[in-house]
């Protein structure tokens, strides 16, 4: 914890250009590494694989105020896969939401920061998830609630790709196409990797793209390490409000994105860098400063 | 109490426009009074109940009050953790109503028997519990889900029950029981619909010469301790009546609070003791079968007030 205090104090977050989606997509997985070192927690590759989603979403996209978390035009962001709860801890740490410093705090006793996302005490998490096949559900509701007060704010669901495997999700597909809600996106992290194998070898979610079309949706495919092409395609979707469709973008990514040896392997998903581990990692990324 | 809900709901949402009501594709006919007059306030989910109570914990988010219904287990059970961590977490303003509580829909088959609901709603935190006893109940405790901040379940019957109070139940507050009838031998405690049979026990009693109180838990979840208290220290013999698993329902909620009083009252619970049926029949029918109708609740009043006096 001494360390990871030292390291906030040199200054790794809180950096001037965190609007900058690729510095905060670093800053997520800069935090992403202490917080999995420090709690000894799991899921690091789903953290790395959604960073680029979650800073994109955070700079400029989500029209959220830090110094006013519940403005009530505020747009609802909900984790679905409340696993990678650490990228959006940090996300908002890093943009104001609250202090860095409580990010050591992660799965500690008596901490606000459980494992999964939690809206505890929270500003700016709109509802707890850590079940998966939820927030699709809970978005589609928002989004439905948002019309019937006139209210034009949007509502941002990020999934996980094993996560398509719980029907709920396909329910909540349906309803969301069958009541028009054209102010709801969906950004699938496609890293092609769950828990114990790759999608392909657990239930093949392909032909992805023409499922989400064929269930009435806007779906598009996008390079989910790429901020700018990210920002396009969730400005596309943006736009997609009046087509009287929901919108999905599938992001590809890579698990355990930006550390080499964590990269598409399955050890990641739940392993924790430790010792050398933690400094080759930590080498890798701080070689990588934006 | 489906008539008597769908009545007292329409009053409410004449007076609330926040109010919406979500079903899984069920209540033909019962729900046409709402669709005529809130075409846009009325959601049919489908048949995706887990989605359904995931929407209505996103809706409640946005300021709404919002009444989920379905049938038998297919509100509770189904997506029970859509309840537990979509709702009840962060107190969503969801109300799970059930039509069909126990043996309402007895021939169409185990699915269809809701027998252990009580148990299960009830260990939530933060869920309060209502099963009405009849239709003023079902009114009542309709109006008292709208007052109360958070989610609630509603357990109701069926349609065209008889009537237990004789007007409508007026300036109830949850989780008073209510008093059906005085008694001074023994008192049957009933939660639910079953309690047309528990009153008609009374009478078969006082006809035996046994003078037993009725008193109904329209709420069961909150309970009310000090009434639960001064019953069972006023008779020292309760007899908890459920068309409902004895395991963690209403009976159990009963006797956690009897035991830590410790005044050694004892308690009995009519109910399923355990079991699922494959027996086939109607309500009535299956009340007989398992010793939940009025006659079976008398003998076995009659019964422990005889081995009470066998012990003395």
């Known amino acids: 914890m001494e360390n990871y205090e030292g390291l906030v104090h040199r200054g790794f977050s809180a950096a001037p250009d965190v609007q900058d989606p690729a ?41 959220v105020d830090p110094a006013n978390p519940q403005m009530p035009d505020r747009d609802r962001l909900i984790l679905s896969k409340g696993h990678a709860g650490s990228a959006v801890y940090a996300a908002l740490a890093e943009t104001g939401f609250f202090p860095v410093e409580e990010l050591k705090h992660h799965y500690a006793n ?117 901020v700018r092409a990210l920002r396009a395609a969730f400005e596309r979707a943006m736009d997609n409000a009046g087509s009287g469709k929901p919108s999905v973008v599938l992001a590809h990514t890579v698990k355990g994105k930006g550390v080499s040896f964590m990269e598409n392997n399955i050890l990641w998903h739940y392993r924790t860098p430790q010792g050398e581990e933690y400094e080759a990692a930590l080498k890798e990324l701080e070689a990588q400063r934006p | 109490m489906r008539d008597a809900f769908v009545r007292a709901l329409m009053e409410e949402m004449a007076a609330n426009d926040r109010i919406i009501l979500m079903t899984g594709d069920l209540g033909f006919g019962v729900l046409q009074p709402l669709w005529d007059h809130y075409p846009d306030r009325i959601i049919n989910a489908g048949i995706a109940e887990q989605s359904m109570v995931g929407m209505a914990a996103g809706l409640a988010a946005t300021g709404k009050i919002v009444f989920v219904y379905s049938i038998g287990n297919f509100p509770t059970l189904r997506p029970l953790e859509q309840i537990r961590n979509d709702c009840a977490y962060p107190g969503a303003n969801v109300k799970i109503v059930c039509v069909g509580g126990g043996f309402v829909y007895g021939s169409l088959g185990m699915s269809h028997h809701a027998t252990e609901d009580m148990a299960i709603m009830r260990a939530l935190p933060g869920v309060t519990c209502f099963a009405p006893g009849d239709p003023a109940e079902a009114e009542a405790t309709t109006h008292a889900a709208v007052r109360t901040n958070g989610t609630c379940y509603l357990r109701l019957g069926r349609g065209n029950e008889p009537k237990v109070h004789e007007g409508p139940v007026a300036d109830w507050h949850l989780p008073a029981p209510l008093t059906i009838r005085e008694g001074s031998q023994i008192a049957l405690l009933s939660s639910g619909g079953i309690l047309t049979q528990t009153a008609e026990a009374a ?100 019964a422990l007030l005889h081995e009470k006096r066998t012990d003395a």
């Open chain 2, 203 to 302: 009478r078969m009693l006082e006809k035996r010469g046994i003078s037993a109180e009725v008193v109904s838990f329209p709420c069961f979840k909150p309970m009310d301790q000090f009434a639960v208290k001064e019953l069972s220290e006023r008779f020292g013999i309760l007899l908890t009546v459920e068309e409902h698993n004895v395991t963690g329902g209403f009976g159990s909620a009963i006797c956690e609070i009897v035991a830590e009083l410790g005044n050694g009252c004892r308690v009995y619970r009519v109910g399923l003791h355990d079991l699922y049926t494959a027996v086939v029949g109607n309500q009535q029918y299956l009340r007989e079968v398992y010793g939940m109708d009025a006659e079976s609740i008398a003998d076995r009043a009659e």
């Open chain 1, 23 to 63: 510095v905060l997509a670093w800053l997520i997985r800069r935090n992403g590494l202490e917080m999995s070192r420090i709690s000894r927690g799991s899921h690091i590759g789903s953290v790395f694989s959604v960073a680029e989603i979650i800073a994109v979403l955070y700079t400029g996209i989500l029209h």
């Open chain 1, 110 to 226: 008596g901490s606000i920061l459980s494992g999964h996302v939690s809206h505890k005490g929270i500003p700016g998490v709109e509802i707890s998830t850590g079940s998966l096949g939820h927030g699709l559900s809970i978005g589609a509701g928002m989004a439905m609630g948002a019309r019937m007060n006139g209210e034009d704010w949007r509502t941002w669901v990020v999934l996980g790709d094993g996560e398509c495997d719980e029907g709920s999700v396909w329910e909540a597909a349906l309803q969301a196409a069958q009541f028009k809600l054209d102010r709801l996106v969906a950004v699938v992290d496609y890293n092609h990797m769950q828990s114990l194998f790759t999608v392909e070898k657990t239930l093949q979610l392909e032909p992805f793209e023409s499922k989400w079309r064929d269930f009435g949706w806007n779906a598009e495919s996008v390079d989910g390490h790429d």
